[in-house]
T-cell receptor
């Protein structure tokens, strides 16, 4: 099992450029999410999805778009990159998001993005 | 609203010494509580979780945490540190369906283990 796969692992952008961070999972998980990790701030939820065709905003959604056309894939799009979006991005998935399962996330290895 | 505070962004321990990482939470309903560990250049992985069963929770790699409702705490301990415990540790809380099942993370505590 590959688990949660993120690409690319590293990316440098100029202000105003657009790009997509890819996330794929092969565990048939219903729930998928994107977090950004910044020093001293832990992980903050950007967007999440509880199933194909369903997405919702997290704590810091501005500047990011997502879609969920299949169970396996959950890409994160930056439409016009800004230096404030320099961060490490993590995709995470879970079999479900109810009851005692809530919070048991499987993480990818991260994508380090620098915006100049 | 749910929130998490981890006391100390960096902790240094000697190999063989006690590891104690502090976590306090705020929640309007009985919470689900978690500790995650992040090794260098890797994603987070679940260390242990509390879901209203036993208040003392045992996790992987010899770690355990105790839920204390009166203190709104969920501190993580390990009796004897090993070099392989050097990592960053995150406490997290979820209020379940009451908060849209979202997970809120603390700021993290980086553990350095000295030989």
């Amino acid at each position: 099992n590959a688990g949660v796969t993120q690409t690319p692992k590293f990316q440098v952008l100029k202000t105003g450029q657009s790009m997509t961070l890819q996330c794929a999972q092969d565990m048939n998980h219903e729930y998928m999410s994107w977090y950004r990790q910044d020093p001293g701030m832990g992980l903050r939820l950007i967007h999440y999805s509880v199933g194909a065709g369903i997405t919702d905003q997290g704590e810091v959604p501005n500047g990011y778009n997502v879609s969920r056309s299949t169970t396996e894939d959950f890409p994160l799009r930056l439409l016009s990159a800004a230096p404030s979006q320099t961060s490490v991005y993590f995709c995470a998935s879970s079999y479900s998001w109810t009851g005692h399962i809530a919070g048991e996330l499987f993480f990818g290895e991260g994508s380090r993005l620098t915006v100049l | 609203a749910q929130s998490v505070t981890q006391l100390g962004s960096h902790v240094s321990v000697s190999e063989g010494a006690l590891v104690l990482l502090r976590c306090n939470y705020s929640s309007s309903v009985p919470p689900y509580l978690f500790w995650y560990v992040q090794y260098p250049n890797q994603g987070l992985q679940l260390l242990l979780k509390y879901t209203s069963a036993a208040t003392l929770v045992k996790g992987i790699n010899g770690f355990e945490a105790e839920f204390k409702k009166s203190e709104t705490s969920f501190h993580l301990t390990k009796p004897s540190a090993h070099m392989s415990d050097a990592a960053e540790y995150f406490c997290a809380v979820s209020e379940g369906p009451a908060a849209g099942n979202k997970l809120t993370f603390g700021g993290g505590t980086r553990v350095l283990v000295k030989p």
